[in-house]
C-alpha cells in the first residue's frame, strides 16, 4: 500500500508540473471569484444579525475580523509586516470600508436585505464608469446599453414590491453604498503594497465603529444568533472577501472589466443563499431585477463581446 501511495503522489506531482502556472488575468479572476462566494453570505448573515445597531454589529464583526487575520499572518511568520501596513492605507480602507457597509447596514432595515444588496451592488457599473472617466475611454453601444439595463434591473428590483413599502431614503443610502465602494475600488486599483491591507485595517475599523456605537447606539445585548452571524460577518464577508478582492484589484490593475462583471454575480448569490435559508422572501421582481443587473454588467464590463473576453 505504501509503495502505491508512493506512486500516486508521485503522478499527482508530475500532473501538477505539467499545469502552466495562471497569468495575472486568472489569477485576478480567482481571486474576484472567492470575493463574491464570501460576499454572498453578507445579506443573509446580515438579517440574522439584525436588529442589533448597525454600527456595534459592524464594529463586532471588524474585532473577528482582525483577531483572524493577524492569527494567519503570525501563524505564517508575518506578524511585523502584517503591524507595519503603511498609516495611510490603513486609513482610508477603514474609512471606505466603514461607509460602504455601515450605509447598507442602514438601508437593509428600510428596504429589506434583497433590495438593498441588489441597489448597492450596482457598484460594478458604477466601477466601470468611473475607470473609464479616469483613462478618458469611450464607451461602446454594449457597454452603454449594459450601463442602463444594470439600472433598469436596479429600478425593477425597487419597484412596488417592495418588502417594507418604497423608501427614498433607504434606497440612497443603499446606492450611497455602493459608490462609496466603486470609488474605493477604483483608488485601490493603484495599491502597490505586496502584503494584505484589509486585516491590519480592521482594528482601525473595530475602533471607529465601535466608537460611533457608543455615541450614537443604545446599548444591547446580543443573543447567540447574533453572536454567531457577528462572527460569520467578520470573517466572511467583511474580512477575507474584502482580502481577496484587494489581491483581484491589484492583481489585476488592467483587467478591471473582467473582475467588474464577476462581482456582479453576487447578487445573484445572495438571492439564492437568502431563498435557500428561508431568511427573507424573494419577490418576482428583484429576481428579475438581479438578473437584468447581473447582464448589464457583463455588457458594460464588455465581457460579452469576443474582444472582452479575448483581451
Known sequence: MTDQTAILVLRSRLSLDMVPPLGPRARAASFAFGAVLLWATWPTLATLASPAPPFLVFGLAAVIGFAVSFSLAALRGRAKPYLKTPPRTVAFVA??????????????????????NVISYLWPVM??????????????????????????????????????????GGILLAFLSGLTFAIYAAIRTQGREAQDVIGPSMGLLAIMALSAHALFEAPTELSQTQWLAIVG??????????????????TGRNETALISGIAYMTPLASLFLLALFDVTPISSGVAVGAVLVVIGALAASNLLSRRGCGS
Open 127 to 168: 466601477l466601470v464608469l468611473i475607470i473609464a472617466h479616469l483613462r478618458r475611454e469611450r464607451l461602446s453601444l454594449t457597454r452603454s446599453a449594459g450601463i442602463i439595463i444594470g439600472f433598469a434591473g436596479a429600478a425593477l428590483a425597487i419597484g412596488p414590491t417592495f418588502e417594507r413599502g418604497l423608501d427614498p
Open 233 to 250: 460577518i467578520g470573517i466572511a464577508p467583511l474580512t477575507l472577501s474584502n482580502a481577496l478582492w484587494d489581491q483581484a484589484s491589484r
Open 95 to 116: 474609512l471606505a470600508l466603514l461607509a460602504n457597509n455601515a450605509l447598507y447596514l442602514f438601508a437593509m432595515p428600510r428596504i429589506g436585505p434583497a433590495e438593498a
